[in-house]
């Protein structure tokens, strides 16, 4: 209980501070914390807020599938096949460093201003992070426990269920972490730069109304879904693979 | 005259390790063990005994030559006990057995309670001792009733104590259960505790040097300490 209770005294803190700095700025470039809360609860009442983080986590959660799709068989691959990684592990540089607002652009430019579009330029962004760090599970896979597995014929299900994945699942849980941290970001980009709902779009909206409150209020909905999903499902699915430890 | 069924036929002409030169590591290993009979394989470390036992289980079969194993099913208990971390131990025995095997539950009973782990059957092996995770590992190999079993320095690294009640455990579990039991140890006086015959591997590339058919009516610590001093006698001599 200590601790939650040092939490909640930290998030009060940081309202105390918001508000005081509130006091000495014009209201119109810093509202004050209740202005804000009062915005999102419209916000939440008229269902528009809704609406758009709704749209949002959509997108969210299928670019993220399909980065971690992709980016596990690509990175699988490279860390198998040494040969595979001599062809093709210098690409993954090459589209490591390349920013996501080129590629977002890109995606525009070449599939046009669609959803799809949206959703590739998102995964693709995040498919290279993801491909590195499962390369470099792929690679620390036990041999030994491979022939162990061989020898109690397992057949190839049950090694894929039993031995592979427990082994990659701190990698797929790294990969995801970061994955889910990135996406939430370009996913604003991209609604920003080319889609017509979506928290994202709904930022451009209020900064050429030159609205702060409604700028904090969706940014707080935000935080606040990201820090559920934190909480609600990396923390304890994390706890449940980690129980066999020591 | 071909070996009886059951047997397991080793013509190891020859093995080994891909580089610049290869490095040979086996010559010309040739062995016969009958049905339910324990050979001990021994020899000094890094001799390829190991190696000799991967080609055995079939994980290795890059070398020169045929190996005839009986038929049914094979258990390895590893140097290491190579049991998966994440899993429980009643989960580690059920996963050797194949999916749908009748009485699974009342099997991994039974073999965790011979080897005295009844209790830990939810237990992760990271919970339990060195000691312990042998025994478990011991009693994998022995789930699966297999007819080939092979045994790589299953008792290494364990206090002398521990390790003797292991022998002990091991010797009444074939009892019950006869294998063809192959033991690969650089210990002499486990392979005499256990073994029906050793087989005396040595030299780079290793060859068979030595086969000795142990008879002796009981093996107690003086028994298998006086043909401990004969064979080493015997191998000095040669």
Redesign the interface.
């Known amino acids: 209980m200590g601790r939650v209770w040092q939490h909640g005294l930290s998030l009060l803190l940081l309202f105390a501070a918001w508000q005081v700095a509130a006091g000495f700025a014009d209201l119109r470039v810093l509202p004050a914390p209740g202005a804000v809360l009062a915005m999102m609860a419209a916000g939440v009442a008229d269902g528009e807020l809704l609406h758009h983080l709704g749209v949002t986590l959509a997108r969210v959660a299928a670019s993220f599938a399909l980065a971690m799709t992709i980016g596990t068989a690509v990175g699988l691959a490279l860390g198998r096949s040494a040969l595979l990684d001599r062809l093709f592990g210098g690409w993954l540089l090459f589209f490591l460093n390349l920013p996501a607002l080129v590629v977002i652009i890109l995606s525009y430019v070449w599939f046009g201003l669609s959803e799809a579009a949206a959703l590739f330029a998102v995964a693709a962004s995040k498919i290279p992070n993801v491909a590195v760090v499962l390369r470099e599970g792929a690679r620390t896979l036990d041999p030994?426990?491979r022939?162990?597995a061989?020898?109690?014929?397992?057949g190839p299900w049950?090694t894929v269920r039993?031995?592979v994945m427990?082994q990659l699942a701190p990698f797929l849980l790294a990969a995801a972490r970061s994955g889910l941290a990135l996406i939430w970001k370009i996913v604003l980009v991209v609604e920003l730069l080319g889609r017509s709902d979506g928290v994202g779009f709904q930022l451009h909206v209020q900064f050429q109304l030159f609205d702060v409150t409604a700028i904090l209020a969706y940014a707080l909905a935000f935080i606040a879904v990201v820090q559920v999903i934190e909480w609600g499902i990396l923390q304890p699915v994390e706890h449940h693979?980690a129980?066999?430890?020591? | 005259m071909p070996a009886g069924a059951g047997s397991l036929v080793l013509d190891v002409r020859a093995k080994d390790f891909p580089g610049r030169p290869p490095r040979a590591v086996l010559r010309d290993v040739r062995l016969t063990v009958a049905r339910h009979e324990v050979v001990a394989l021994v020899g000094p470390s890094g001799c390829g005994k190991t190696t000799l036992l991967?080609l055995v289980?079939?994980?290795d079969d890059r070398f020169e030559g045929t190996i005839s194993r009986p038929e049914g099913?094979?258990?390895?208990v590893?140097q290491?006990p190579?049991l998966?971390?994440?899993?429980t131990l009643g989960?580690n025995l059920a996963?050797?057995l194949?999916?749908g095997t009748p009485d699974l539950d009342a099997r991994i009973g039974k073999a965790l309670d011979a080897v005295g782990l009844a209790g830990r059957r939810d237990s992760?092996?990271?919970?339990l001792s060195l000691g312990q995770q042998r025994r478990a590992a011991v009693a994998?190999a022995f789930v699966?009733e297999p007819e080939l079993l092979l045994l790589d320095e299953p008792f290494v690294s364990l206090d002398e104590a521990t390790a003797d009640r292991l022998r002990t455990l091991l010797r009444t579990l074939l009892e019950r259960r006869p294998a063809t039991v192959l033991l690969v140890t650089h210990d002499l006086r486990e392979a005499i505790t256990l073994a029906d015959r050793i087989v005396f591997l040595a030299g780079t590339p290793a060859t068979v040097v030595d086969d000795v058919r142990i008879t002796l009516p009981d093996r107690t610590e003086a028994t298998v300490e006086a043909f401990r001093r004969m064979i080493l006698e015997r191998r000095a001599s040669q």
């Open positions: 030994d426990l022939d162990m061989r020898v109690f014929r397992f049950r039993h031995v427990p693979l129980r066999w430890r020591r | 991967n289980a079939g994980l099913r094979l258990a390895v590893f290491n190579r998966l971390p994440w899993r989960d996963l050797a194949p999916p992760f092996p990271n919970h994998r699966v």
